[in-house]
């Protein structure tokens, strides 16, 4: 600031105004990724993102390019369309993946053996995408009346009665049930081009990928309109922007059907490229995974989305049971590694960490095999070569099925204390901390990393609402004190 | 259209009992969420997990003990212990939950300790699927403490205490409402003659004014947690001796019919979460009976979402003021 500056002036808060020079001098690794988002411009960003998307058919298999690819493309887009409604608006709608199921369900009915109907996509999508926003609109009249936390439980509830309902209630209609029940609809005809089936995996993720590409285009200039600007205010401070006059229910209700829309054409594709719809895809852990996507990356930021869908999904893939176990597991020692390079400073205070780490588990494990052979034969869970190195160093033990669980719960206590503490003790915390979290990986989640990856799910939610509630590239609330 | 089923006095008075007993456990479960809601203004989605652990934590002392089918004590301590260590241990576990998940959020944008309490309610649930695997566990309490379970006999909290039109109101029922009215009426004492309870009420009236005034408003904020907690533990084991059956998923219908009684009541008041359970309990248990058990939930969300668009502040509570 120059020094003429330096006085009170009339109107503007000293705090306030100097939010973004704040905001220029963040250091450490969120600091550079929030200025290397500032500095690209916006085109670029989705030019280097578009011609890296490109490549992935050419060199991943089959497989791979449905589970990273597709569903990679088919989170952005979810994450895109909750983003204007939590992120531009700032109204916690915890009903979006009903929306998405609706869309998904919905194009099912209308491009299916079910009822032997089959439009093409160029009709039924549209068609989808509009009802679901209309479907929005309906469920976001109760924020009209309905202040902040009831319309969370509103939406709350109609998520879970849109399961109820397309699982258990499944009524009737034209001779058969209209959801299918338990068992969904099936045999969902793939998206077409003006009659062009895409059969393919590349064809599918090539669409998808376009759709995304003009999603995200829209939603750019969208967010920097009058509209997106109007959005954002009303997330600020709602009761600031109706005194600014602006039509703050008539924009909340634009928020909430865009996003719905969004969803709609979600679902459009996520049936499409699935063939099949249950109600378990449109239920309470996706709808967390959606939420840990939009908020890892940064609530109200596009690049924020993009990223955020990319690591949720990758990490995602990796734990899923299906998948080979090493890879979980490398993951998991990478995050940790990652994790320690980027809290723990300076580097020397990192060197004795990782030191004592090597250390505690060589001196732990050989304590144990001393104490008991049986305490160290367990049967390590097989998986690359990080298993050898693991197997003689984790404590893995044979017959004492309490010690996982015992485990666990230590863990989690530590890592609660560990926030409690601060400076040396901190370090010295964290050196039983990791140690006891590579034993806990070893004994209980390597055997379910589906449910380990709901659990870290959770307790990133809980994290990053803590320590970085804005996310990665989200921008901070002004705070007006 | 013949209707025979509303005539019969007996299957109406089996689910005017089903809906007592079932509408105190959710009025429990409501109170929590009201209590906290009403000093907070948060709404606490973990609130149906910590119900949960309650149920598992009644589980673990009864396998201790011997479990159901040869307890080592008799079944009256048993039980008590049970429903002690639930509650201590989910008290706790309230208090844990509100330092680490919501303090540090005190005053963050209201969107994020909601989130924040979609995490701890993720968590708990996985954690528990973790820690207890994907099976249901029983209590038994069908043979709980009979002389002969290896051939089913029925144990004492099974036998019949009065006889309404012949249907039998068991023991287990008894105690479950028995235990319902005690808590309740501790609780009304606690908020309306104690200091802490005088404190709450200053703190849910103005927390900033309170903290002038010298209360230590982050206290009060704990031990608010702590109650709401331990009568969400009470309800776990009373899930669990009622309906015999404790799983990892449990928490999150139960929970959002608790909160569902509670936001019917009236948020924020207590007489309100009881009379809010009591309704949700005999809707779902007559929409069960006469409708069929699918539509027993959808009928609860029916109310609630009636409720919210015709009374947004409940039967008993007071209309919000949105301060400027």
């Known amino acids: 600031m120059e020094a003429g500056e330096d006085r009170p002036r009339v109107g503007v808060d000293e705090w306030v105004a100097s939010h973004d020079d704040r905001l220029a001098e963040r250091t450490g690794f969120a600091g550079l990724a929030r200025k290397i988002d500032d500095r690209v411009p916006a085109w670029a960003r989705l030019t280097l993102f578009a011609a890296v998307a490109a490549t992935l058919p050419l060199w991943m298999g089959r497989g791979d390019l449905f589970a990273y690819g597709i569903f990679t493309l088919i989170y952005i887009l979810l994450g895109l369309g909750l983003n204007v409604i939590v992120g531009n608006a700032g109204l916690l709608d915890l009903g979006y993946v009903a929306l998405f199921g609706f869309g998904a369900y919905f194009y099912a009915l209308l491009s299916s053996e079910h009822y032997g109907i089959h439009w093409p996509s160029a009709i039924s999508i549209p068609v989808v995408v509009v009802s679901t926003a209309l479907l929005g609109l309906v469920l976001g009249i109760p924020s009209r009346r309905l202040l902040g936390d009831y319309l969370a439980i509103v939406t709350l509830f109609f998520g879970q009665a849109f399961v109820v309902f397309v699982n258990a209630a499944n009524p009737t209609v034209a001779g058969h049930g209209l959801t299918g029940g338990p068992n969904g609809i099936a045999d969902i005809d793939p998206n077409d081009i003006f009659g062009y089936d895409l059969s393919s995996r590349t064809q599918q993720y090539y669409f998808i990928l376009v759709v995304v590409l003009l999603v995200l285009i829209g939603l750019h200039f969208l967010s920097e309109s009058r509209t997106g600007r109007a959005w954002r205010a009303l997330r600020e401070d709602p009761l600031a922007a109706e005194a600014m006059s602006m039509p703050v229910n008539r924009l909340k209700l634009m928020a909430f059907a865009f996003g719905a829309g969004i969803a709609g054409l979600a679902g459009c594709i996520f049936a499409a490229v699935l063939t099949a719809v249950t109600s378990g895809n449109f239920a309470l852990p996706i709808l967390i995974t959606i939420y840990a996507v939009v908020i890892l990356g940064g609530i109200g930021s596009l690049t924020g989305v993009v990223i955020g869908a990319i690591v949720i999904n990758v990490s995602f893939q990796f734990l899923a049971p299906e998948n080979p176990q090493q890879n979980a597991r490398i993951l998991f020692y990478a995050v940790i590694v990652l994790l320690l390079v980027l809290a723990v400073r300076p580097w020397w205070r990192l060197g004795i960490v990782l030191g004592g780490v090597a250390v505690l588990g060589v001196a732990a494990h050989a304590i144990a095999a001393a104490i008991s052979p049986s305490w160290t034969s367990g049967a390590v869970v097989e998986g690359g070569r990080l298993a050898g190195v693991t197997s003689d160093w984790v404590i893995i033990p044979a017959g004492h099925e309490r010690f996982a669980n015992a485990a666990y719960i230590a863990l989690v206590v530590l890592v609660l204390t560990l926030t409690r503490v601060h400076g040396w003790w901190r370090t010295a915390l964290v050196i039983p901390t990791v140690y006891l979290s590579a034993i806990v990986w070893e004994t209980s989640f390597v055997e379910q990393p589906a449910v380990a990856r709901w659990i870290l799910f959770g307790a990133l939610l809980v994290f990053l609402m803590t320590v970085r509630p804005q996310g990665l590239l989200g921008t901070p609330r002004v705070e007006i004190v | ?324």
């Open chain 2, 1 to 324: 259209m013949d209707l025979p089923l509303a005539f019969n006095s007996e299957l109406f008075v089996q689910l005017l009992v089903n809906g007592i007993t079932l509408g105190s456990l959710y009025g429990l479960i409501a109170l929590g969420y009201s209590m906290v809601y009403g000093i907070l203004k948060l709404l606490n989605f973990a609130h149906g997990d910590v119900y949960m652990i309650g149920a598992f934590v009644g589980y673990g002392v009864l396998t201790l003990l011997g479990g159901p089918l040869s307890p080592n004590i008799a079944i009256a301590p048993l039980i008590v212990l049970m429903f002690l260590a639930a509650m201590l241990a989910c008290g706790a576990l309230g208090v844990v939950i509100e330092r680490f998940a919501y303090r540090p959020l005190r005053d963050a944008p209201r969107i994020a300790p909601l989130i924040s309490a979609l995490g701890v309610s993720f968590f708990l649930q996985n954690s528990a699927l973790l820690l207890f695997g994907a099976q249901f566990r029983s209590y038994d309490s069908f043979v709980l403490g009979s002389k002969n379970p290896e051939f089913f006999e029925p144990g004492p909290l099974t036998d019949p205490v009065f006889v309404v039109k012949h249907v039998n109101i068991q023991l287990v029922q008894v105690i479950v409402l028995a235990t319902t009215a005690s808590l309740m009426v501790a609780l009304t004492l606690l908020v309306a003659k104690t200091r802490i309870g005088k404190a709450m009420r200053a703190t849910s009236y103005d927390r900033e004014g309170a903290a002038m005034m010298g209360i230590d408003t982050d206290r009060v904020i704990a031990s608010t947690f702590f109650m709401g907690s331990l009568l969400a533990g009470a309800a776990g084991v009373m899930f669990g001796l009622l309906f015999s059956q404790v799983f990892h998923f449990m928490g999150f219908l139960a929970g959002l019919k608790g909160f569902t009684a509670a936001v019917v009541g009236g948020i924020g008041s207590i007489p309100g979460a009881m009379l809010g359970g009591l309704l949700v309990g005999l809707a779902e248990a007559f929409a069960a009976g006469y409708l069929g058990g699918r539509w027993a939930d959808l009928t609860v969300f029916g109310i609630l979402i009636l409720v919210l668009l015709v009374r947004p502040s409940g039967l008993l509570g007071t209309r919000a003021i949105q301060k400027v």
